[in-house]
Structure formats: C-alpha cells, structure tokens
C-alpha cells in the first residue's frame, strides 16, 4: 500500500479548476523531498507533468500547476479540458522505506 | 528525441524468472540513471530500481531482493531479471530514464505470470 494518499477521483466541467491532493509524512514529503506529478492517458505510459513539486517541463501547458505545503502537495489544474481525463499520479522519495514511492492516484473525468 | 523501448516474453511461468530489455536511442546512456517501474492492471505504479551508467544499483526493499539489473552501454540497453515470480508479479513493466524525477518513460510490456 502506498505512503502517499491521494483522493480516488474529481471531476470537472470543461473550462472549471480542478486540485488533486497528494498526503504523506514526515519521511516523505514532510522531510523535504521533492514532488512530482505524472499524467497517464489510457492506455499509454505515464507522462512527466510537474517536477520539483512546482516546474513544468518543456511542453507542458500553464493551465497545469503543483504546490507544495507541509507534508502535502497539490495539483491543480485550470481550464478543464477533455484531453485532460487520465489518472494522475504524484511521487516522492520515502527516506524510511528508502523507496521511491507513488501516490495511489487520481481519475480526472471531465 | 529521447526514446525507450522495453522487450522481452510476453509470458512467464510461476516460479520462473522475468527477463527485460529496454533499448535506449537518441541520447548516450553515460551520465544517466535508468529505472524500472511496473503497473499491475488497473493499479498503480511501483519502483523497482535503477541502475547507474557506471552499474550502481539500488533497488526497491520491498521487492526483497528478487531484482537484478544489468547495463551494456556499448548496446544502449539495460535490463531486468526479476525471479521467482508469481502471479502477483503479472504487470505492465516500464522502463524509464534517471529517477525523481522518471523524466522519459517507455510504452511498456505487459508480462504475464501463468503456467
């Protein structure tokens, strides 16, 4: 079972903002390591979406955005649109596990 | 562009030993880590090591210890021996490249573990 929680699913009408919570602990997110954040279109491999709990890789639209606070991060994402269904995945480094570890995921349904 | 892509049996027996290639182009492997991942059906995703250019390894605990992995930068490649397998290791394997973050994935290989 993984260390980082994260809600089973949101939904949004097109255009709406949606956030997507990522929970973890004081070995993982709270003990300072970094945040990522993975979109994995159905059927096909995850995709690098937010790195370093807040950048954006080359390619990767504004309407997409990570913070971070504590031991939880977030993912938001503006502009609903409907290529943006996929489950979203966040993922840390957990230093009592000595594991890189992923959060349990989110369906986005538009 | 960067690009992996993962090869190897498509099935395994119970008991037996799991055997992946990924085949890395449009960047050298020198200066990298490169990890593999698997994803159960209709679960979630779960490390299970990387390996440096170099042949440093780190693996997942939990996996205890039935990960093994190798790297032949002549061939781009590296790979995976995963054994004594199970069911429960039925998933679709994911290599990527480096780690925190897996900036390039490739499209995966469903494996499959039934007699």
């Known amino acids: 079972q993984s260390v980082l929680t994260q809600p089973p699913s949101v939904s949004g009408a097109p255009g709406q903002r949606v956030t997507i919570s990522c929970t973890g602990s004081s070995s993982n997110i709270g003990a300072g390591y970094d945040v990522h954040w993975y979109q994995q279109l159905p059927g096909t491999a995850p995709k690098l979406l937010i790195y370093?709990?807040?950048k954006r890789p080359s390619g990767v639209p504004d309407r997409f955005s990570g913070s971070k606070s504590g031991s939880s991060a977030s993912l938001a994402i503006t502009g609903l649109q409907a290529e943006d269904e996929a489950d979203y995945y966040c993922?840390?480094?957990?230093?009592?596990?000595?594991?890189?570890?992923f959060g349990t995921g989110t369906k986005v349904t538009v | 562009q960067v690009q992996l892509q993962e090869s190897g049996p498509g099935l395994v027996k119970p008991s037996e030993t799991l055997s992946l290639t990924c085949s890395v182009s449009?960047?050298?492997?020198?200066?990298?880590?490169w990890s593999w991942i698997r994803q159960p059906p209709g679960k979630g995703l779960e490390w299970i090591g990387y390996?440096?250019?170099?042949?440093?390894?780190k693996y997942n605990p939990s996996l205890k210890r039935r990960a093994a992995m190798s790297v032949d930068t002549s061939k781009n490649q590296f790979s995976l021996n995963f054994s004594s397998v199970t069911a429960a290791d039925t998933a679709v394997y994911f290599c990527t490249r480096d780690f925190d973050p897996f900036d390039y994935w490739g499209q995966g290989t469903l494996v499959t573990v039934s007699s």
């Open positions: 449009g960047v050298s492997m020198r200066g990298y880590y």
């Open positions: 993922q840390s480094y957990d230093s009592s596990l000595t594991s890189f570890v």
């Open positions: 370093g709990s807040t």
């Open positions: 390996i440096h250019y170099s042949g440093t390894t």
